[in-house]
């Protein structure tokens, strides 16, 4: 087992935090780059999380699989490479690379200029196409994966029509002092969050040279890659990205760390399941989630599994009547296969927002009001593992 998973599991705090600068170390010492991830043979250790719905999950047989976790630039592919950074907790993203015939495109970028200036080094030495990034594509508006492009202002960028308005809407500075004026427990959450982790110097807003709806086509070089926007679920517009050349597919958010709890922002679990669906539809050899290793097409099929389990529990609560707190408790009574996930906390705002589907309300979010958002994540720190001790046992 590696020290990223275990202080995972330990959880949050000082001991994730000596670990982060750990790996960061690792980064210093190691001159670069690529493990070398054939795209023929041998296949990628892919990790299997939501396979067993019918049964407890193996954990035993996923802890392989964090083995080819690990910092920096990964090849998924000819000219396709996925810039990871464990444990992917709180701001700590996978950006995508895709190098053709002297061109290339980044699907995101890092949260911060140390981070994002060390990754374009790590992918220029490993593709002289990365040498200048020609196109960045941002599949949605968090800062984690744009704040970035500070570096990256020569580049044509792209977002989706709605992403740039919150972009726009939401600004660096803006954030930064939205988070500064939380307070309380709030404030500590967001301490959490940010540990010291982070070095923010030097952001400042750089609007998309383009933006598009519902569907893009793109060229890198010989590569044709296809955007597909989502409808609100994560945030109001994330976009997936396929490469068919390569069978890669890059999921942005909409699916996120393997092995954890989905955390809905907005009331359409719908909306999810459907991108999900489109993402099957791709048949793709290595999906690059937003946060976490790398996916294979049996963990998004598992996914949706487990997003209609929670939706149905979900829905059950609802026909019975409860209300939304008390169904949030419901589904974490019952989980089933799924009880061993990270992060139940979050199910307590996915029910939530499955509730307001139902309701038919859908201009509720959950960060509608970021200090009741940040203050409730935190209270539920301290609630759930006294209400559910089972649901945060240690696995491994
Ligand atoms: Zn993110
Ligand atoms: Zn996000």
């Known amino acids: ?14 001991k994730r935090r000596i670990v982060i600068e750990e790996s960061e170390k690792a980064v210093v010492e190691t001159p670069v780059i690529a493990e070398p991830v054939s795209a023929v043979s041998p296949p990628l250790q892919i990790t299997v999380w939501y396979r067993c719905h019918g049964c407890p999950t193996d954990w035993d047989d996923v802890m ?18 996925a810039w990871m950074q464990p444990d992917g907790a709180w ?32 992918m220029a030495a490993a593709d002289p196409a ?11 508006w968090h800062l984690d994966h744009t704040w970035g492009t500070c570096l990256l202002k020569g580049s044509r960028i792209i977002a989706s029509r709605i992403c740039a308005s919150y972009m ?29 982790k982070f070095d923010f110097a030097g952001v400042e807003y750089i609007a998309p040279t383009e933006t598009f709806e519902k569907r893009l086509e793109l060229t890198v070089g010989e590569r044709k890659v296809i955007v597909v926007e989502a409808k609100p679920c994560h945030t109001r517009s994330d976009s997936v990205v396929h490469i068919p050349d390569l069978s890669v597919a890059h999921m942005g958010d909409l699916v996120s760390s393997v092995g954890s709890h ?41 996914f949706i599994e487990y997003l209609r389990f929670i939706q149905a ?79 945060y046992q240690l696995r491994f």
Request: charged share 25%; hydrophobic share 40%; with cysteine.
């Open 262 to 302: 989905v955390g809905l922002q907005y009331p359409f679990m719908s909306n999810l399941i459907d991108i999900c669906e489109v993402l099957v539809s791709f048949q793709a050899r290595v999906y690059i989630p937003g946060h976490g290793p790398l996916q294979s097409l049996q963990d998004v099929k598992g």
């Open 168 to 196: 726009e809407k939401n600004p660096p500075q803006r954030w930064l002092e939205a988070a500064a004026a939380l307070e309380g427990e709030a404030r500590q959450m967001m301490e959490e969050n940010l540990g010291d």
């Open 313 to 391: 529990a979900a829905r059950a609560c609802h026909d019975r009547g409860l209300p939304a707190e008390d169904a949030a408790y419901d589904v974490m009574a019952n989980l089933g296969a799924y009880k061993s996930l990270r992060h139940p906390e979050r199910l307590f705002f996915t029910v939530r927002m499955i509730y307001r589907e139902l309701d038919g309300d859908t201009e509720d979010f959950v960060r509608r009001s970021s200090q009741e958002f940040h203050a409730t994540s935190w209270r539920l720190r301290s609630v759930l593992p006294q209400k559910f001790p089972e649901l």
């Open 91 to 122: 701001g700590l993203n996978n950006v995508g690379l895709i190098a053709s015939k002297g061109e290339s495109l980044l699907i995101d970028t890092p949260i911060d200029l140390p981070r994002t200036r060390r990754m374009l080094s790590e």
């Open 1 to 14: 087992m590696t020290s990223e998973i275990e202080a995972d599991l330990k959880s949050f705090g000082d």
């Open 64 to 81: 392989a699989d964090w083995d080819s976790y690990t910092q920096g630039l990964h090849r998924v592919g000819d000219g396709a490479y």
């Open 130 to 140: 990365a040498a200048k990034i020609g196109t960045v594509l941002i599949t949605h």
